[in-house]
């Protein structure tokens, strides 16, 4: 299912909870962000609405790493040629640098850059004491490496976001926080469980998928 429709289930239900509970603004804004980013969170371990601008740059930096590479390597054959002059050093970087360039894919650059969002969400916080920002970063750090719909899409990582939710909660002190990411969370899986590839809820105990096709 589209990104875009993840966003817009998750956005009806931050509307559902700010109707539901005491209403106050910023609350209300609180709501809408979680359950937003907790409807998309699951696509987090591939191409996605969350990663888009990420993997448009991880394309440029491929292609700057393999030009680099190329570059480099011409150099020092020319300076090797022209002038009889050779670094192994400087050889063995043009070399390493080609070969990053060659072999590395701009969806494991894609993946690089969101772990390294999340290390920035574990190291803030460790620097301000917060749990549940920890785990998100951890969270976010670590599925991007993951078969898509594998365990993201499992009701074990539908647990792991409620215990980030609860965290949050109790940092922020806004009742319903949980329920609107967990909510917005399982309307992920629900929505893909909609689709003919279905979701493994129980994977890896049961690795057959849940589908329910309507149509």
């Known amino acids: 299912m589209k990104g875009t429709t993840h966003l817009a289930i998750g956005a009806a239900i931050g509307a559902a909870s700010t109707l539901y509970y005491p209403f106050q ?17 699951a696509d987090l371990d591939g191409p996605s609405l969350l990663s888009g601008k990420l993997g448009k740059l991880s394309r440029w930096l491929r292609r700057f790493t393999l030009s680099s590479g190329i570059l480099l390597v011409l150099a020092n054959a020319y300076w090797y040629v022209s002038e009889g002059w050779f670094s192994f050093p400087y050889s063995s970087i043009a070399v390493v640098v080609l070969l990053l360039g060659l072999v590395t894919s701009q969806g494991t650059i894609r993946n690089a850059l969101v772990s390294i969002v999340g290390l920035g969400l574990l190291y803030g916080g460790l620097r301000s004491g917060q749990a549940w920002l920890m785990e998100l970063g951890v969270f976010v750090a670590w599925v991007p490496w993951l078969k898509h719909r594998g365990m993201t899409h499992t009701a074990w ?6 215990t980030i939710g609860w965290g949050l909660e109790n940092h922020i002190g806004i009742p319903g ?4 990411a967990v909510a917005g969370y399982a309307s992920h899986l629900l929505a893909d469980t909609l689709t003919p590839n279905g979701v493994k809820w129980l994977f890896p105990l049961y690795k057959k998928s849940f589908k329910f096709i309507p149509w």
């Open 157 to 162: 990582a539908l647990l792991i976001w409620g």
């Open 25 to 41: 603004p910023s609350h209300g804004a609180v709501y809408l962000i979680v359950a937003s980013f907790s409807a998309m969170a």
């Open 177 to 180: 926080v949980t329920a609107t």
